[in-house]
Structure formats: structure tokens, C-alpha cells
């Protein structure tokens, strides 16, 4: 039975016309996603797409592996180098995506599992955050840690769902959110990456993940009210 995340027909008459900016991103890509796979992502995804045994899932497992990794090396207290790890998996998230296009492999169930998948990456970073501040440990109490924890994980999973769940209803949700995973993954990359210089540095990524996801998922409760009830 075929694997119904590859694909046996991979096309190899890849024309230089090909190589254009449309295979580096999708439509729903915006702000730091978009700047990742322009720049970053289509740097190494040319150089693999030659590699016949290479299919698109190996790229999202290795993506996502490296992903929960960086969480597991933030909760040992190596900020700077789970910021790092998790750079570089954001960074391989752009490349599956790009190499399936390129290589005409693209798939439902592809897409399917990238997404699934880069929950549990966003999941395990957000924890080796906040146990990397309990162990430091941070200038707040522990509860008020947890509750932060708790709105990060929530609003940041939850603003994937109801994009899905919006566009599933046929719910307008207005402008693209800038509190999109490249701009929340980012924002731990970059606090990590302070944490060499000062240690408390990610409870700043902690509030704004508490914040910010969960403003916008506030306001798109209140555009799918005013959505239904327009006739």
C-alpha cells in the first residue's frame, strides 16, 4: 500500500522556470514565516531536491525531532542553545513544504501532518521555557508562572485551531495575525539567544505568548459573532 505521505512519482523535469519565487512559500505564509522561507528555507532546499530516496515527511519528522529537542535543551537551562536548535528546526519546517513543491510530491495528508506536528514543536519549546524559568528561577511566583504557562500553551495552539475551525465554517477573520508560529517561534529564538547575556531574558518570550495569541484569539470570537449574525 502506497504511503499516503509520499509519493512514488517524483517529478524530475524540473525546468529553470520552475525555480521562481512560488515554490518558496504558500499563500497563507505572512510576516516572519515568509521572510524565514524566502531566505533561509530556499538556501538549503535547492541542494536536497536532487536526492532521489528524500521524501517531504522525513524533512517535517527531522523538523519537528529538532524542535522538541531545543524544548528538552531549554529545560536543562541551555537557553542560547535551544534557541539555536530551534532556529534551525524553523528554518527545515520551510524546507518540506518547499521540497514537495518542487518536487510535484505534494500531498493532503503532507500538509496534514506538518501541522500536526508542528503543535507538539511549539508544545515542547513553550515547556523547556517555563521550566528553564522555574529552575532559574525567574522574579515571579511559581502559580503566577503557571498561569502564564498555561495562557501561552492554550492561546498559541489555539490560534491554529481557529484559523482551521474559522475556515471550515466559512467565518471571516480579517487581516493575517501577526501572532502566526514564525512570529511566536521567533520570539523564543530571540529571547533565548539573550539569555547568554541575561538569563531572565525568556520570560519576556513567556508574557508575550501569554498576550498576544490570546488577544487575537479574543478578537476572532468577537468577528465570528459579528460574522453570524450579518445577514
Known sequence: MQNPFDSIHRRDDLKPERLIDEWKTKPSDRFVLRWVKINLSARITPRLIHLQWLRPWMITLLSTAIGVFAGGVFALGLGWLAGFLAA??????????????????QTNAGAFLDSVLDRYFDVALMIGLVVYLIRLPADLPIPIMLM??????????????????????????????????????????????????????????????????????????????KDSNNP
Not at 490560534?159 to 471571516?172: D, Q, V
Not at 521567533?186 to 495569541?213: D, E, K, Q, R, T
Request: a positive charge; charged letters at 10%.
Open 88 to 105: 534551525f528546526a524553523q528554518v527545515l519546517d520551510g524546507v518540506d513544504g518547499q521540497f514537495s513543491r518542487l518536487a510535484g510530491v
Open 148 to 225: 502564564l504557562a498555561f495562557l501561552a500553551v492554550s492561546g498559541s495552539v489555539l490560534i491554529s485551531y481557529t484559523t482551521a475551525r474559522a475556515e471550515s465554517l466559512g467565518l471571516s477573520m480579517g487581516q493575517p495575525t501577526l501572532a502566526s508560529k514564525g512570529t511566536r517561534t521567533s520570539m523564543v529564538v530571540l529571547c533565548a539567544w539573550a539569555s547568554f547575556f541575561w538569563p531572565a531574558a525568556p520570560l519576556l518570550a513567556l508574557i508575550y505568548l501569554a498576550v498576544h495569541p490570546n488577544i487575537v484569539v479574543l478578537k476572532r470570537i468577537f468577528l465570528a459573532y
